[in-house]
């Protein structure tokens, strides 16, 4: 493929939605000054005070101060918290991203490889989004290559970084979005960058390479909402037979897809209106957990019993208690204080 094709109909494939948060009080993507002003104080000493030196008067003394982020590294922080494609693209027009575009590409991949699975994912599929539509092939490039070139730079705290930059390399040339031919014609200026190059290439000529490719980060990714159901169900299951809240809080924090939680609400509350009385209790017992640790927010187990409602007419179809059962479910929530007590199905 020549990395200088034409444009390319690309169309965002996540199809995470969110309103990313904004923080901070310079402005769009920019933390501004994060209180810095704030942080001085003049220190006016006693005359009288043994302690006193006249050369010290009314000094500024700097109590603390705080790093500022780029903007480029705000939007990339607020595109892992809500995987908005779209958001993000309006944010590198607005930033005029065209000239460090080459940077917003390789601080994507090396932000990702501190995270999850899951949000390395959200990298791959956001440089298959800005491809020729945001970020020219070129750039798209450069910005592998000065991955390369940085990479004794990013090993010291992400020990994985030529294993991970080399799956990102593998998945863009897969996505046809960097040439094949990138991997004879990169500069390597170190050991590592040879090492990187090579895992690549190993990755390319491995069997069944589409598949493996697709999913290049492994289960983790969690790219499918169907392989997300079929994982939630699966650690359902193993919670009934063994009771292991444990165990239930390390599989939902590897899934790491907090955007999907209220459809775990919703999976958990209607395999518990299937089950008998001690069943329902476990389930209902473990969501109650999920929601004191934090790992479900108030908001998210809200959302889960009202898409239960909204589908009240399926679940009669199987188990034709189901609305009588459902308002128990809500009630025992309200009162032990892990669903809303101002909850009203909608």
């Known amino acids: 493929m020549d990395i200088k094709a034409a444009k390319k109909d690309r169309q965002p494939t996540s199809n995470i939605s969110g309103s990313p948060k904004k923080g901070g009080g310079g402005g769009k993507y920019s933390w501004g000054k994060g209180g810095l002003d704030d942080l001085k104080t003049v220190s006016v000493k006693d005359s009288n005070d043994p302690n006193y030196d006249s050369e010290e008067e009314n000094e500024e003394v700097v109590i603390a101060k705080t790093e500022v982020a780029s903007p480029i590294q705000v939007l990339i922080q607020e595109y892992l918290s809500s995987g908005d494609v779209e958001e993000t693209m309006k944010g590198l027009k607005e930033l005029k991203i065209q000239n460090n575009s080459e940077q917003f590409v390789k601080k994507s991949m090396v932000t990702a490889m501190d995270k999850q699975a ?77 090492q990187c190059i090579n895992l690549a290439n190993g990755l390319l000529n491995q069997p069944f390479r589409s598949e493996r490719l697709a999913h290049v980060w492994g289960a983790g990714d969690m790219s499918s909402v169907k392989r997300l159901k079929e994982a939630i169900d699966l650690m359902f299951e193993e919670y ?38 001690e069943e329902k209790k476990k389930l209902l017992a473990l969501l109650a957990f999920f929601e004191k640790e934090g790992l479900v927010t108030p908001d998210h187990m809200a959302q889960g019993f009202h898409s239960c409602y909204e589908s009240l007419e399926d679940l009669k179809l199987d188990v034709p208690k189901a609305p009588a059962v459902l308002e128990e479910f809500v009630q025992t929530a309200k009162t032990e204080g892990w669903l809303d007590k101002n909850f009203v199905p909608k």
């Open 118 to 194: 899951y949000e390395r994912e959200l990298v791959s599929k956001l440089l298959l989004s800005v491809y020729n539509v945001a970020i020219t092939p070129e750039k798209l490039a450069e910005g592998f290559q000065a991955a390369l070139d940085s990479l004794e730079d990013i090993i010291i705290d992400n020990p994985e970084a030529v294993d991970m930059l080399s799956k990102f390399l593998a998945r863009a040339i897969f996505d046809e979005i960097i040439a094949p031919v990138f991997l004879k014609n990169a500069t390597a200026r170190s050991q590592l960058a040879t």
């Open 240 to 277: 009934l037979t063994n009771g292991d809240t444990k165990e239930a809080d390390h599989t939902l924090r590897e899934l790491n897809a907090h955007y999907f939680h209220p459809h775990l609400v919703k999976q958990c509350v209607r395999l518990a209106l299937t089950k008998g009385s």
